[in-house]
Structure formats: structure tokens, C-alpha cells
């Protein structure tokens, strides 16, 4: 006989079927580590935004982009990545409310301050954000896309955030950069286009 158990993943379950007689230890039971390690269907697009007073990207010692105040995006592409995956993450960071308004309080997004000084983007590809520690001290980055498939989907995002009217500069992909920022608050939201955080 079997019973269930629901792991929650991103948007939805995964179900493992595990013999009502057996205990935690069998080894029988299915391991939902092991098994959420040996595949990435639910890991999503990652970025981690930054609300900054400044930021500026260098490689080689010149300035590859720059912007004043804005947001950073530190953007992870993993494998199982498409433009659905990209038109999500794009269409959260466009409609994030971490600007003060009159108030004093975050209401305000970068697509809201289109005409002011605030509303600019400066996007960093950053494949490390898929560094999986958990079974050493060595990060693994599998669950990364491929550098073909990742320089797509991270110039069709940052096209997708040109198109909204907002005035985005970009790092440089595949260089070694050095990333310059005043994080403003400071304030940092974690995005991932399956909803895992």
C-alpha cells in the first residue's frame, strides 16, 4: 500500500508515492532532495534587484554602463528558461514598488517614475545565482542555461524592459566585471520566474 506526501516546489506540487509501512530511513522512500536535485523543472529565471543612488559596471577598466538612481538586476538564466520565463521576470521588476512616493513610503515603480531621474535599469548577467552549495563547499552551477541559450534570453529581457520606455544600460556578457553600487535603503527583492521565492 502507499501513501502520499506533497513537497511544495515553485507553482505546484511534486508527489511522491511512499509505502505506508515504511519509516523516514527506508530506503525505499523517495528522497525529495535527490530528487529535486536530479532535475530542474522547477527552478525559474532568477534575478535579484537592487534599489541603488548609483551603480556602474566596469570591464577591463572602462565603464560598460552606468546609471544614477535606479534598480540594479542581477540576472540568472537556468536551463529550463524561455521568453515566457523572461516576459514575467521583466514585467515584475517594471512593476516593482520600491520607490518612495510623496509619502515617504515604496509605491512607487521604475515604470512609474518614466519621466524622472529614478526610473532608470542597468541589467548584469549573473549565472552564479544558480551556485548550489548543498552538498559541498564547492557551488556547482548546473541548473545554469548554456552561454548560447543564456545571451538570448538576457538580451530579449533586457529589450523587453527598453520596450516599456525605460532607459536600461547593460553589463557585459561573459566578461569579468566590476560592479559599482550605492544600494539606496538599502533594498533588495529576490525574483524567480517559477515563484520559488
Same mark, same amino acid.
Given at each position: 500500500?502507499?501513501?502520499? !506526501?506533497?513537497?511544495?516546489?515553485?507553482?505546484?506540487?511534486?508527489?511522491?508515492?511512499?509505502?505506508?509501512?515504511?519509516?523516514? @530511513?527506508?530506503? !525505499?522512500?523517495?528522497? +525529495?532532495?535527490? *530528487? /529535486?536535485?536530479?532535475?530542474?523543472?522547477?527552478?525559474?529565471?532568477?534575478?535579484?534587484?537592487?534599489?541603488?543612488? !548609483? %551603480?556602474?559596471?566596469?570591464?577591463?577598466?572602462?565603464?560598460?554602463?552606468?546609471?544614477? *538612481?535606479?534598480?540594479?538586476?542581477?540576472?540568472?538564466?537556468?536551463? *529550463?528558461?524561455?521568453?515566457?520565463?523572461?516576459?514575467?521576470?521583466?514585467?515584475?521588476?517594471?512593476?516593482?514598488?520600491?520607490?518612495?512616493?510623496?509619502?515617504?513610503?515604496?509605491?512607487?515603480? /521604475?515604470? @512609474?517614475?518614466?519621466?524622472?531621474?529614478?526610473?532608470?535599469?542597468?541589467?548584469? @548577467?549573473?549565472?552564479?545565482?544558480?551556485?548550489?552549495?548543498?552538498?559541498?563547499? !564547492?557551488? @556547482?552551477?548546473?541548473?545554469?542555461?548554456?552561454?548560447?541559450?543564456?545571451?538570448?534570453?538576457?538580451?530579449?529581457?533586457?529589450?523587453?524592459?527598453?520596450? /516599456?520606455?525605460?532607459? %536600461?544600460?547593460?553589463?557585459?556578457?561573459?566578461?569579468?566585471?566590476?560592479?559599482?553600487?550605492?544600494?539606496?535603503? +538599502?533594498? *533588495?527583492?529576490?525574483?524567480?520566474?517559477?515563484?520559488?521565492?
Amino acid at each position: 500500500m502507499y501513501g502520499t !506526501r506533497r513537497i511544495l516546489w515553485g507553482k505546484g506540487f511534486r508527489v511522491n508515492l511512499i509505502p505506508i509501512d515504511c519509516k523516514e @530511513s527506508d530506503d !525505499r522512500v523517495v528522497n +525529495p532532495t535527490k *530528487t /529535486a536535485l536530479s532535475s530542474y523543472d522547477w527552478l525559474g529565471m532568477r534575478a535579484v534587484v537592487q534599489r541603488v543612488s !548609483r %551603480c556602474r559596471v566596469l570591464v577591463d577598466g572602462r565603464v560598460a554602463g552606468e546609471i544614477g *538612481t535606479g534598480l540594479l538586476v542581477l540576472l540568472g538564466v537556468g536551463k *529550463t528558461d524561455n521568453e515566457a520565463a523572461a516576459d514575467y521576470l521583466a514585467e515584475k521588476v517594471l512593476g516593482l514598488r520600491i520607490f518612495e512616493d510623496s509619502e515617504g513610503k515604496m509605491n512607487l515603480s /521604475a515604470q @512609474s517614475l518614466i519621466n524622472g531621474s529614478r526610473g532608470d535599469v542597468l541589467v548584469v @548577467s549573473q549565472f552564479t545565482l544558480y551556485g548550489d552549495a548543498r552538498r559541498g563547499k !564547492r557551488p @556547482s552551477f548546473d541548473a545554469a542555461a548554456p552561454l548560447g541559450e543564456a545571451r538570448l534570453l538576457y538580451e530579449y529581457f533586457v529589450e523587453k524592459i527598453r520596450s /516599456a520606455g525605460l532607459r %536600461c544600460e547593460t553589463g557585459e556578457f561573459q566578461a569579468m566585471m566590476d560592479v559599482e553600487l550605492v544600494n539606496q535603503g +538599502p533594498v *533588495t527583492i529576490l525574483l524567480d520566474s517559477e515563484k520559488a521565492f
